[in-house]
């Protein structure tokens, strides 16, 4: 709520008085980058990534499941390797005090590079945690969260 009060403030400001809010794109896009990768393990445990159902319903049920290992394989290797690959950047970010922004607002860098690092690390343990509960049937719906329940009727 309070990005989109800053936008709104922000084009407002543009359009009523001429001059935007100050640093306004600075907070954005690192605000922006840290929420999506925030929220990428809830997606893999809820079953919110992306999936092609076409070839996934068209296939038997063991197939399907070795094509979702095969997935959560290529995303393991993904984030492992944005772990590998900005991990170097963070340290240098936070050891030379990088920001983004000039004059009224400085953002650092940081935080963001931080977010990507660790979060790329617990996305990888939630592809690999996927596989072991799907190996081990414990995937009550395969597009569901892992172990979720099936809905109580109430009647």
């Known amino acids: 709520m309070a990005l989109a009060l800053l936008i709104f403030c922000d ?7 001429g001059t935007p809010v100050p640093g306004t794109k600075e907070i954005l896009q690192n605000s922006v980058v840290s929420i999506a990768f925030l929220q990428l393990p809830l997606a893999i445990y809820s079953g919110s990534m992306l999936r092609t159902s076409v070839f996934a319903d068209a296939v038997p049920v063991g197939l399907r499941r070795i094509l979702r290992t095969i997935s959560a394989l290529l995303g393991i290797t993904v984030f492992v390797a944005l772990v590998w690959s ?17 004059g009224s607002l400085r953002v650092p860098t940081w935080p963001v590079r931080g977010v990507v690092l660790v979060m790329s690390g617990f996305v990888a343990l939630a592809y690999l945690q996927m596989i072991v509960l799907d190996w081990m049937g414990k995937l009550e719906n395969e597009i569901e969260a892992p172990g979720a329940m099936a809905p109580a009727h109430v009647d």
């Open 11 to 17: 084009v407002m400001g543009r359009k009523f008085l």
């Open 86 to 102: 900005t991990s170097d950047s963070f340290f240098d970010a936070y050891r030379i005090g990088e920001y983004e922004g000039e």
